[in-house]
């Protein structure tokens, strides 16, 4: 059975960073790889968006709003998945969604396209 456990979230300054990381099961190393994996977060009252996505060969993709601030990464061997925040703003206040789906020629930031979701961690900055 496939699963997706995301670390513990964590609350900060405004301006501060927090690493995130999702530990998934359920795949041996090869599938892991060939995943497109992402991170989701949703905020109180607002819909659930796109972060930052990676697939194979480590081609990742980022909303607009956190490109420069934000990386994600991967550790095929280890089946992990990260994701470095820095210059955290309180906009950046959400539960955060680690999530898994078929690589198609690219890693979309579309919710529809992916299969496999963790649980979701409390990211929370503070002015």
């Known amino acids: 059975q496939v699963q997706l456990v995301e670390s513990r979230g964590g609350s900060v300054q405004d301006g501060g960073s927090l690493r995130l990381s999702c530990a998934a099961s359920?795949?041996?190393?090869?599938?892991?790889?060939?995943?497109?994996m992402a991170w989701f977060r949703q905020a109180p009252g607002k819909e659930r968006e796109g972060v930052a996505a990676?697939?194979?060969?480590?081609?990742?993709n980022y909303a607009d709003s956190m490109k420069g601030r934000f990386t994600i990464s991967k550790d095929n061997a280890q089946k992990n998945l990260y994701l470095q925040m820095n210059s955290l703003k309180p906009e950046d206040t959400a539960m955060y969604y680690c999530?898994?789906?078929?690589?198609?020629?690219?890693?979309?930031?579309?919710?529809?396209?992916?299969?496999?979701w963790g649980r979701g961690t409390q990211v929370t900055v503070s002015s």
């Open positions: 999530a898994a789906g078929p690589w198609r020629s690219g890693c979309s930031l579309y919710a529809r396209d992916f299969t496999t």
């Open positions: 990676i697939g194979t060969g480590g081609s990742t």
């Open positions: 359920g795949y041996t190393s090869a599938t892991f790889t060939i995943q497109c």
